[in-house]
């Protein structure tokens, strides 16, 4: 059935390590995004990306990177420029404004 | 994009009709508002979608005043699983930006 896949639905890293987290739909949606997620807190965009080959900077990209090289695939890696990376992720697509679907998120936590 | 904002948290009790205002003053002629619903430790789900006046689904209906500088969320005879955060988006249809500020925690008390 449709929907929205992220994974790992845990992830520990490392001091100074790179990860990437994965994120997939299937509901043929142009508009993609990434957010954090802290404890108590509201959602904030990293990136989003509109169409293929083409993606923006969102309200906290520093320290982040995506691709999107694929409609279906649009993976986040957290890099070791990232200071503070322990949070909740959570990834989502949409065809309109209208509505969004999100994924079950990626709690990653640094060891 | 327009700013929201919203009550940082409500109580209410099983059964009773819940009201949550979002004020989004600058509000553009283009935009939506969009609600959303978020459980603990998952990501948001959509609940309704209006531009003006009301909509109603199975779930909430949304009032929108004629100046659409704020809109109210009804939730009707409230139950404890819908204990959550609830989100109010502000967006026009063509920017696909989804900007999320920090939410009404609402708990449902028995």
């Known amino acids: 059935d449709g929907g929205i896949t992220q994974s790992p639905k845990y992830l520990f890293r490392k001091e100074g390590q790179n990860v990437t987290l994965s994120c997939e739909q299937n509901l043929n949606h142009d508009a993609m995004y990434w957010y954090r997620q802290d404890p108590g807190q509201g959602l904030r965009l990293i990136y989003y990306s509109q169409i293929v080959n083409d993606f923006q900077k969102g309200d906290i990209a520093e320290g982040y990177s995506v691709s999107r090289e694929k409609k279906e695939s649009f993976p986040l890696t957290v890099t070791s420029a990232q200071k503070n990376p322990t949070a909740f992720y959570l990834c989502?697509?949409?065809?309109?404004?209208?509505?969004?679907?999100f994924g079950q998120g990626t709690r990653l936590t640094v060891v | 994009l327009a700013k929201t904002t919203q009550p940082i948290s409500m109580d209410s009790y099983e059964g009773q009709e819940v009201n949550i205002t979002c004020s989004h003053n600058?509000?553009?002629?283009?935009?939506?508002i969009t609600w959303y619903q978020q459980f603990p430790s998952q990501g948001p789900r959509f609940i309704i979608q209006g531009y003006k006046t009301k909509v109603t689904n199975e779930v909430a209906s949304l009032f929108i005043p004629a100046d659409r500088k704020s809109s109210t969320l009804s939730l009707p005879r409230v139950s404890l699983s819908d204990t959550a955060v609830y989100y109010c988006?502000?967006?026009?249809?063509?920017?696909?930006?989804?900007?999320f500020g920090p939410g009404t925690r609402l708990s449902v008390l028995p």
């Open positions: 989502a697509s949409s065809l309109n404004v209208a509505e969004a679907f």
């Open positions: 600058n509000i553009a002629t283009n935009d939506y």
């Open positions: 988006l502000v967006g026009d249809a063509y920017g696909q930006n989804f900007v």
